[in-house]
């Protein structure tokens, strides 16, 4: 890389200062949290960042919304997990350091062919070809059980090469910290990115593709280098999974994967550098944590993905943002009437489509008449009358609190208030 | 002395319309050309032939004696022509440093960006700095194109187009929307910051015609009609029938 590069990368005036922080957070957590369902937890977190700030890549910072993107994830693990079992019996296995290079080149191998139909177009045509060819990919994968090992997937075994440099990668802790060193290097990365010349660019086609020719560069030439870089950060992320799981199925590449890329990249917001990042921790928290505690977790996230793009379209991340501005201005007020209060407001509505939800199940599923579900620590009987009308209750006042907050908002800050807010977001853009 | 750019009986029709029925137009270095005509001319969408947005159906456009009809826009921007549009298009998302910063990367030798890191930065950022002060936005130079009044849109617009050093330059509509006191210190604007250009304009207030050019083309339903000195083609018998005959030269129809 050129001096330039670094230039932009070091010059004071940016904010690197969330990098180092992820450094540190990612170096403490697993001190903190010991257990080896945690550290393994840690170790999803780690891959599911890298896995969103590749799509984020794409969505937030070139617009192009893709709907495959679990194929370039998918297929670096596959390599990665042949690479890890030995190409050709033994003769030709990587040691497990090296495995998600393996993933990373697969993916960017994959997105560079597939990108040359994909982004030919971008906006809806893009997303419906991204689609397509998810489809397809997957599709082709349980056709070719040699390779993709069918319904039951290609397992693998980390700990067969035996410890590398002293280290026993076997262990669910220095496999950890292998993911958590990739993860911080591919932010690294991808921030760097960001402030590149192409990265400039690649905002620029985001708002006006059709300027972009008009200053001399082909939109088209700059979607596909975006694609085939994001194309191998998400093969990385799919290597650092075939490495943490030691199996790879076809679920990896299908389109449930994908449509989890896009909701959870969004939910931590796509207008924010910090944004996917956080967006990986609640992907591995929803679809983990929160399974084991409901059977309806997908229906909570259906319902908080909604409630997200109509009501906090820049995410976590950009939700958080404007409250920062408005107590950076010194403005409590508009800090809780932005942040505290709607989120207080959201969540009690939430939990009160919660309780119904599981009342409808407990009806549903119930062994014997009178049986009791818990809902956040109470115990209800989806029986008794008067606990429905509690929980419509709850519902209906938490729902219209907020529509009225919605509307005093608007009324006292109409415009200005949604205008900042982009502006604040926009400008925690790298 | 040979044209910087020419065009050569350029016909464009869609369909069974004709938009453009055989314009021949040669244009001298360092000239001004303004482009007139009543609404539905065919003055942008000739702009859109030479600026590579539209292919013509036969003809030729040379830039510098050589061919670029029907090549695509990026293309015809690397060879040194450069347009403006009557709607702003800028890059809205983005602030108005970051605007010129993308306008100025070709100019700078960034080809593909990610194969070449051509010069240091300081280079362009000068050169950002100048454009800013230029245009007068050096204290909007963070602010989101999007948050703009439209004057400094407009600005910002010709900026962008000016920044890359084109040697052509096509600008549609550039007072489009603005009162009188902002065209005026706006033609300015244009005249300081183009000189030594070549300059296409597409223009409908007279004033600003008269003020800023130097050769006058006259095209109506898609026929160049008169082209010569501004005094020359104001006196045309045709132009007058045509455009300015009604108003006496004096404003716009539209307005």
Sequence with gaps: MSPGFLRDLTSPARPTTGLLVLALVLGLAPLIFRSSLSVNLLTQMAVAMVACLSFNLLYGQGGMLSFGHAVYS??????????????????????????????????????????????????????????????????????????????????????????????????????????????????????????????????????????????????????????????????????????????????????????????????????????????????????????????????????????????????????????????????????????????????????????????????????????????????????????????????????????????????????????????????ATP | MTAILELRDVRLSLGTAHILRGISLPVQSGERVAVIGPNGAGKSTLFDVISGRRAPSSGQVLLQGERIDGRPPYRIHRRGLSRSFQITSLFSRLSVRENLRCALLCSEGYRYPLLRWAKPPAHLLGRVAHWLSVLGLEARSETMVGDLAYAEQRALELGVTLAGNAQVVLLDEPTAGMSRTETTRFVELIRRASAGRTLLIVEHDMSVVFELADQVAVLDAGELIACGAPATVRDDPRVRAAYLGPLHGAQTPER
């Design chain 1, 74 to 427: 998918g297929l670096g693990a596959y390599l990665a997990i042949h690479a890890m079992n030995g190409i050709g019996g033994a003769l030709f296995r990587l040691p497990v350091p090296l495995v998600p290079l393996a993933g990373a080149l697969g993916g960017m191998v994959a997105a560079a062919l597939l990108g040359l139909v994909a982004t030919r177009r971008a906006g809806t045509p893009f997303a419906m070809i991204t689609l397509g060819l998810g489809e397809l990919v997957a599709a082709a994968a349980l056709m070719m059980p040699g390779i993709f090992g069918g319904e039951g997937g290609i397992a693998g075994n980390r700990a067969s090469g035996g410890p590398i440099a002293g280290i026993d990668f076997g262990a669910a802790l220095p496999v950890y910290f292998l993911a958590a060193a990739y993860a911080w290097v591919a932010a690294v990365l991808l921030f760097a990115l960001a402030r590149t010349p192409l990265g400039r660019l690649l905002n620029a086609v985001r708002d006006n593709p059709e300027r972009v020719e008009f200053i001399g560069y082909d939109p088209r030439w700059i979607r596909y280098w975006a694609f085939v870089i994001a194309g191998c950060f998400a093969g990385l992320a799919g290597g650092l999974a075939a490495v943490a799981f030691e199996i790879v199925t076809t679920e990896a590449l299908g389109a449930s994967r994908s449509g989890a890329y896009l909701l959870f990249t969004f939910l931590g917001g796509t207008q924010h550098f910090l944004g996917p990042i956080f967006g990986g921790v609640l992907m591995v928290l929803a679809s983990v944590v929160f399974s084991e505690l409901t059977r309806a977790w997908l229906l909570y996230l259906g319902l908080v993905f909604i409630f997200g793009v109509l009501f906090a379209p820049g995410g976590l991340t950009g939700v958080a943002a404007s409250v920062v501005a408005a107590l950076r201005r010194g403005d409590l007020q508009s800090a809780r009437a932005r942040g505290l209060a709607p989120a207080v407001a959201g969540l009690g509505f939430l939990a009160g489509l919660v309780a119904l939800t599981e009342m409808l199940y407990g009806l549903q599923f119930r062994s014997s008449p009178g049986q009791r579900v818990r809902v956040l620590g109470l115990a209800v009987d989806p029986s008794r009358i008067d606990h429905w009308a509690w929980a419509l209750l709850v519902t209906a006042v938490f729902a219209g609190w907020f529509g009225w907050m919605r509307r005093e908002v608007g009324r006292r800050m109409p415009q200005a208030d949604l205008s900042e807010t982009v502006a604040e977001s926009a400008k």
